[in-house]
């Protein structure tokens, strides 16, 4: 394996380590135990299962995959530290907030995504084998 793959993946792994330590540094250790834990448990599929396509049939479950790991970032890096640093509003309004904020991006982003995975159902019916 070459260097830069290890690197890379010790990358990957430990990155998410750092949406955790943002959100203790603004609001404490137990939400950022908890960010932590959110974002490994949408991280680590994504990183094992690069060639996954179960999101291309269960479009449902799609959506609120990327809500999810949506709401995990937003929290990390809009709802968890800034806003709740400043105003000092519940770390529970924030990360209600910070869902908000997901679910609007996951609804806006969602009818690309479904003609993204159509095309790759497209591209998969083209290339299987016949017979």
Not at 68 to 87: I, K, Q, S, Y
Request: charged share 15%; aromatic share 12%.
């Amino acid at each position: 394996m070459k260097n830069h793959t290890r690197v890379r993946r010790l990358v990957l792994l430990f990155l998410p380590l750092l949406f955790g330590l943002s959100v203790v540094a603004g609001t404490g250790p137990g939400p950022g135990l908890a960010e932590a834990i959110a974002v490994y448990a949408w991280w680590l599929p994504a990183a094992v299962f690069t060639r996954a396509r179960w999101h291309r049939r269960h479009e449902r479950l799609s959506f609120a995959y990327w809500a999810w790991a949506f709401a995990t970032l937003a929290f990390a890096l809009l709802a968890g530290v800034p806003l709740h640093a400043v105003t000092r509003w519940p770390t529970g309004l924030c990360a209600l907030l910070a869902a908000v904020i997901a679910l609007g991006a996951s609804a806006a982003l969602w009818p690309a995504q479904r003609r993204f995975y159509a095309m790759q159902r497209r591209l998969d019916a083209a290339h299987r084998p016949q017979g």
